[in-house]
């Protein structure tokens, strides 16, 4: 295992963790290695699902963005706002902060019809000095969740860390679990100490959950349309004052199931607006799992101190996610929304049963459970933006995992097919899959309704 509960959880801007977080830090990345003094000309090539549906994702803006060395993870909304305006205005990037070059959208190469070797998210970044000679030519690949590799180099930990628990698959998992006496969050837990301490992770993870908290509020706070073109207006703001009237404490059983929509409503309304949220496991599910935690913490067990339902939900959240990283993918241009949504729904699913109470077998049927049935499920945006089916879609999959944790509490952990099984017919049906379906804008929604 080489990939934890910081790698699947990071902070970012939206819309988009394969098409806005990962381009900025690709070209941060390709920025950060040169002599910013010595670059005159920039030049920069999109691939597949980032040339195809990149306007509509941000991804123009946030390579320009990189290309002035800013990462997702330090950027605010605000400055996002301000440098791509002042980009607009002159025709220049500041190449890592350092001194302006003409460079612009326009001058950003796209290429939607052309799939790089290793992966549908590719982009080429090349910097040229005064002479017109080479400074360095890459290329990177945005593989989801806001992770990139650089062509013929090694993702950063390749190599396993010298975890208490290492596994590879949900069979191990379970076997650590029982072998120790332990709950996957235990298991995960422990691994994470590999790296940092417990104080440490516990800090990270309650800063993570203080995040999603944080795009929950300023999603309730826009009034208005969306941006994009699409005329989506904004249902948060409106939504909380419902149920504000309706429900003042938040602790109304009869209520839950809007609460926990309008939590989905809100992060992805707040990511479809390029705001600051979590990528949970990528920009495009990241409603899903604050939604799930909500009902966990409000609904689920509200006896029960929040950072004790906050820390074992993420953690177990991660160890699921951590499988289908590695045996799958949560990319939708590589597998479709099955992989960013589904995985998603299937992660929140074993956090909210693991703090209900339920068995490390139990857990893992409730994450099978809610895969089980996103199995299939298209990227097919319209207008490439992050609001068409994307937004609904991550509250109705919200609710798709409180109801499979609720399944596999109600059984004793036994179940017919397997979560392994389970994300290895994902990993196939997306290899299966029509490009058409995978983040490219051409089939699905996308075409079969008029954007207005």
Not at 104 to 117: A, F
Not at 226 to 252: C, E
Request: aromatic fraction near 4%; proline fraction near 5%; hydrophobic fraction near 45%.
């Amino acid at each position: 295992m080489s990939i934890g509960v910081f790698d699947l959880f990071t902070v970012g801007i939206g819309p988009s963790s394969s098409h806005t977080v990962g381009p900025m830090r690709a070209a941060s990345d390709f920025v950060s290695r040169l002599e910013p003094a010595q670059v005159a000309q920039l030049e920069v090539h999109l691939y597949g699902s980032l040339a195809a549906t990149g306007r509509g994702h941000g991804t123009l803006s946030a390579v320009l963005l990189g290309l002035e060395g800013h990462r997702p993870d330090e950027i605010l909304p605000a400055t996002v706002e301000a440098r791509i305006a002042a980009i607009r205005e002159t025709r220049a990037v500041r190449v890592a902060g350092d001194h302006d070059i003409a460079f612009c959208e326009d001058d950003i190469i796209l290429h939607p019809l052309t799939e790089l070797p290793a992966h549908s998210n590719g982009l080429r970044l090349t910097a040229r000095n005064a002479a017109g000679e080479t400074l360095d030519d890459a290329v990177y690949y945005s593989t989801g969740g806001g992770f990139i590799t650089r062509d013929g180099e090694l993702p950063a930990q390749a190599e396993p860390l010298p975890v208490a628990f290492p596994f590879e698959s949900a069979a191990e998992l379970l076997a650590h679990c029982e072998r120790e006496d332990l709950s996957i969050s235990d298991v995960q837990r422990r691994n994470e100490g590999a790296e940092r301490g417990d104080e440490e992770t516990v800090r990270g993870i309650l800063h993570i959950a203080s995040v999603m908290g944080e795009s929950v509020e300023s999603g309730a706070s826009r009034e208005g349309m969306l941006p994009g073109g699409l005329n989506v207006p904004r249902r948060a703001p409106a939504w909380r004052d419902r149920l504000v009237a309706a429900d003042p404490a938040g602790a109304d059983p009869a209520l839950w199931q809007e609460w926990v929509n309008f939590v989905a409503l809100a992060v992805n309304e707040e990511n479809a607006s390029g705001g600051r949220i979590v990528t949970a496991p990528t920009n495009g599910a990241a409603g899903i799992i604050p939604a799930v935690l909500h009902y966990a913490i409000h609904f689920g067990v509200p006896e029960r101190p929040r950072e004790e339902v906050i820390v074992p939900f993420l953690l177990t959240a991660a160890a699921v996610g951590v499988l289908y990283k590695a045996r799958a993918s949560i990319s939708g241009a590589e597998v479709g929304c099955q992989g960013e949504v589904g995985s998603a729904s299937s992660m929140a699913a074993a956090g909210l049963a693991e703090v209900l109470g339920g068995t490390p077998r139990q857990v893992e049927n409730a994450a099978e459970i809610a895969m089980e049935h996103n199995l299939g499920l298209t990227c097919d945006p319209i207008g490439g933006l992050v609001q068409i089916p994307c937004i609904e879609r991550n509250a109705i999959a919200a609710a798709k995992a409180i109801n499979a944790a609720k399944m596999a509490l109600w059984g004793d952990g036994t179940h017919k097919v397997s979560l392994d099984e389970v994300i290895a017919t994902m990993r196939e049906t997306g290899r299966d899959m029509s490009s058409k379906y995978k983040e490219t804008a051409l089939g699905g929604l996308a075409v079969n309704v008029v954007e207005c």
